[in-house]
T-cell receptor, first 111, second 114 residues
């Protein structure tokens, strides 16, 4: 039973470019969460999605960040016009209801 | 207040000793308190969790102690082993119709020395 799959594992972007991070939840899980981890810090909640619905986006920055979880395919976290402060590890987690299962993360570096 | 405060930031324990990590919270609506273990380059993995209806939960060498009146909870690792060297995060959430939005502490880097 495959775990939560995230790709790419590492992504390098120059300032002003777009970053797209993908997350495939565990089989049978219909809830996806995105968290951001800055160096030497804990994880910060960004957004909670179910299929085709954003349930809670209270942790998402107001600009440049968006997330989706379409009926078919992975959940995508999109960061437009990246800045150096966006450099972080982005973790996706899925849940059937209850315990969160985390992926191994996508590490974004903005040059 | 949604903060969860975690201490210490780093901890060195001798093999066979007891590792203790503490967390405190402000929001009395929190009703789920998990601990996560994270190895370098990996995602966090659930270690053990507790709800406020009990004061202690033990799973193998790992124990959570929970003090509702003090709004504190702690992780104890008995007989600590080098393989326990990792970063540990406490977290808290409010059960809300399946929304498992966790508020994390800032982490404790645990090193077990021979």
């Amino acid at each position: 039973n495959a775990g939560v799959m995230q790709n790419p594992r590492h992504l390098v972007r120059r300032r002003g470019q777009e970053a797209r991070l993908r997350c495939s939840p565990m089989k049978g899980h219909s809830h996806v969460y995105w968290y951001r981890q800055l160096p030497e810090e804990g994880l910060k909640f960004m957004v909670y999605l179910q299929k085709e619905n954003i349930i809670d986006e209270s942790g998402m920055p107001k600009e440049r960040f968006s997330a989706e979880f379409p009926k078919e395919g992975p959940s995508i976290l999109r960061i437009q016009q990246v800045v150096r402060g966006d450099s972080a590890a982005y973790f996706c987690a899925s849940s059937p209801l209850g315990e969160l299962f985390f992926g191994e993360g996508s590490r974004l570096t903005v040059l | 207040q949604q903060q969860v405060k975690q201490s210490p930031q780093s901890l060195i324990v001798q093999k066979g000793g007891i590792s203790i990590i503490n967390c405190a919270y402000e929001n009395t609506a929190f009703d789920y308190f998990p601990w996560y273990q994270q190895f370098p380059g990996k995602g966090p993995a659930l270690l053990i969790a507790i709800r406020p209806d009990v004061s202690e939960k033990k799973e193998g060498r790992f124990t959570i102690s929970f003090n509702k009146s003090a709004k504190q909870f702690s992780l104890h690792i008995m007989d600590s082993q080098p393989g326990d060297s990792a970063t540990y995060f406490c977290a808290a959430s409010i059960s809300n119709f399946g929304n498992e939005k966790l508020t994390f502490g800032t982490g404790t880097r645990l090193t077990i020395i021979p």
